[in-house]
Nanobody, 122 residues
């Protein structure tokens, strides 16, 4: 079994910052990539950022220059530093880890966290 747990959400004023953390634990041989998604009120879930095991990153256009994803491979942990937050960033943020549980796993499996609420409001 693999567990994914997010933390770091909360209430922040526009222009403020938050740092989200996500830790994957359990039966893990390797993690191909770790991703942050979000789902705002009445909206579909969208991919915010991802980072591969080699450190390649990609971002949703609306967060480029404001959000930074980073990873500590040895700790199976990914972070999302969010600066210059806007009300439209309000959402539940989910972490997804693409995990190979065993050395024999041919393809990675998706393991999702429960999400952490981020609210940007005056």
């Amino acid at each position: 079994q693999v567990q994914v747990v997010e933390s770091g959400g909360g209430l922040v004023q526009p222009g403020g910052s938050l740092r989200l953390s996500c830790v994957a634990s359990g039966s893990i041989f390797s993690i191909d990539a770790m991703e942050w998604y979000r789902q705002g009120p009445g909206k579909e879930r969208e991919l915010v950022a991802y980072i591969t095991s080699r450190g390649s990153t990609n971002y949703l256009d609306s967060v480029k220059g404001r959000f930074t994803i980073s990873r500590e491979n040895a700790k199976n942990t990914v972070y999302l530093q969010m600066n210059s937050l806007k009300p439209e960033d309000t959402a539940v943020y989910y972490c997804n880890a693409l995990v190979r549980p065993f050395i024999s796993s041919p393809i990675p499996r998706n393991y999702w966290g429960q999400g952490t609420q981020v609210t940007v409001s005056p």
